[in-house]
């Protein structure tokens, strides 16, 4: 079930942690997601702000996207140790030849998998029927713990994206 990556989040983390989430133009393969799995593990192991280790999290979610999260009630982040994680994230685009800046493609559960569409079509693709106000949408701008456990993966309808289909 979709709603299964709630088990993988870190349950000591305060509601209010932060959260960025990094979705892939594609899928990564199992060695890939292992290898990323892996280097995010010790990017947070040793991830610090102004010297102050950072409570942090990093997992491949699905094969595609990467979720960084950090606990502010340890510590704050700052803007150093922010720029730090985007350079993890640069090395994973330029090791496994991927974007995961691209916020122009909008992530859909369609016929049991990730479906990526380009922003511009997605009026197209509701018109075709290919998503309806029903399908589950990855909404990668939530900003917290909270969020990603209540809205991260949610009906079109109850997202931003209504205001783009008629």
Known sequence: MIS??????????????????????????????????????????????????????GKVFFNQFIVLMADETASEISGCSTDSSVRIIKNIEETHKVSLFNRQLIGFFINEKIALIPLQEIQKSFESQLINTETLYFNNIVLHKKELEENWIIPLKNSWLRNKIS
Request: glycine residues 6%.
């Open 4 to 57: 299964e990556y709630k088990k993988s989040l870190p349950e000591n983390f305060h509601a209010d942690s932060r959260v960025w989430i990094y979705q892939g133009e594609r899928a990564f393969n199992e060695i890939e997601t292992t290898q990323i799995n892996e280097l995010l593990d010790e990017f947070t192991k040793n991830w610090t702000s102004h010297g102050a280790k950072v409570k942090g999290f």
